[in-house]
């Protein structure tokens, strides 16, 4: 009988633990009163899709790009609720969430177009009943990451946030109307490719902004962001050749080197000293390619591999020109495969690294 009672008093307890007072109307957080009989469920759920129309602008030396697309929301709601305490809640989706720009001024919104079940059912493919769908054009943050470069993958970024607390609104990518990217982007330049497109959240906690959600329970607004991310793949290969096609040129001269006599001091001399100016010319077309940062790239790692290994084979030509009892040295292609090999392995581990 003790253990049933005790049963008894922990479910009491549980059960009001679990009491959910964003039903009960003010000062309970979001202060509409809704009774059993309402059909409306908190949170309330808006499903998201964009259609990538175009995609401008993508500039390494540009922290930004515009982008133009099509918004559409959906949810299960039409645009208004009238509660059964006859008080009136707007549903329109944009009362609910935002598009993160830039740049106001320069952005453009479209005339919002609104569409219910009733009107056009062809339109739904789920329980869905009201749907919004407006047209972006906007300029967006971009932060490019260069540790990778040449062969760097990029991430382009558009932000919808709610207005409110997750407890009363939530926002989910659309099952029945996935996220979709134009075959042709006009604007995109050669060089890129769109590998997938995908979704994330991140949440903000606005410790200015307090919400009571329970007898003596009071705490901040936490937001939803839904983040749409479009991956890009650069073609690295071909702009790899393009950066260090003059840095290897230079290595390869002063691996031609050792097939000069080597009591030609001058001519040898004469090759390093091109070979070097060389690469640190190859060096400083690469810098001024990628604008000013401050992190270790995968190009700066092949420059200086390259200045390595160049330093390495006047070392050898000195060597090769002092000492004659070595075998190694009195085989001009050996050294020049030695050098070669230990190059192409350090470089293949520097692009898969």
Known sequence: MKYLISFFFSLILFSQEETNYQYYGPPYYPEVKLEKEDSLKWP?????????????YIDINSNEFISNFLVSS????NDQYITKNNDTISLRHSDWFSIYLKDIERSY????KIFKKESYPYLFKSENHYKEVYLVEAPFDVNWNFRDFPFDDQQLKFKFTTLADTSIVKLTPSINQPNKINDILEGMKDGYLIESIENNYSYNTDATDLIEVSPNKIRPIV??????TINLN??????FLKLFSGGFLAFIISCLVFLIPSEKTDARATLNTGAIFGAIGNRY?????LPQIQVFTKADAVNNLILFFIVINIILMVYQTSIKDIRIFNSPFKIICYSSYALLIFLVTIILW
């Open 44 to 56: 309330l759920k808006i499903e998201l899709s964009v259609d990538i129309k175009d995609i401008k």
């Open 74 to 77: 959906y949810s299960s709601y």
């Open 109 to 112: 919104l479209g005339e919002k």
């Open 223 to 228: 937001t939803e962001t839904l983040n749409v």
């Open 234 to 239: 650069r073609e690295g290969s071909w702009l």
């Open 285 to 289: 077309f690469v810098d001024t390619t």
